[in-house]
């Protein structure tokens, strides 16, 4: 894979996505989305807006919404990440993945959804 070229008109599959969609601004647009839907405790912001609009209030209150469910985020706003430049999410000092602190989230509320519920 790594000699392959992609082009503008290629497509990306699943997994190919899943190594860039994470950890920069389309991650924190989700989190933006889920935590909206779930109690209302932060605005629904698309990538483009998290990643040229916004700045550290955004990012702040951001995470201020996850810590309203237990959640200690560090929120980045890189627009494709490289090593190391991933969103963080911890609970009780040990740092869990972004769908581990979604279903803590949904736990914490009573409030449960699907991705579907929320990604609109």
């Known amino acids: ?7 503008a008109d290629e497509v990306m599959s699943d997994d190919e996505l899943d190594g860039v969609a994470g950890g920069n601004c389309y991650e924190t647009a989700d989190d933006t989305r889920f935590l909206n839907s779930l109690n ?6 698309g990538a483009p807006r998290i990643y040229f609009l916004t700045g550290e209030a955004t990012r702040e209150s951001i995470q201020g919404a996850w810590a309203k469910v237990g959640i200690s985020a560090k929120i980045k706003n890189n627009y ?3 090593n190391g430049t991933s969103n963080e999410y ?7 993945t972004q769908e581990e ?3 803590h989230a949904m736990n914490v509320t009573g409030h449960y959804m699907s991705e579907s519920d929320w990604k609109w």
């Open 1 to 7: 894979m790594a000699d392959e070229k992609k082009f």
């Open 40 to 45: 209302g405790s932060t605005d629904r912001y």
């Open 80 to 82: 494709i990440p490289s």
């Open 90 to 96: 911890h609970l009780n000092g040990q740092q869990i």
């Open 101 to 103: 602190a979604r279903q």
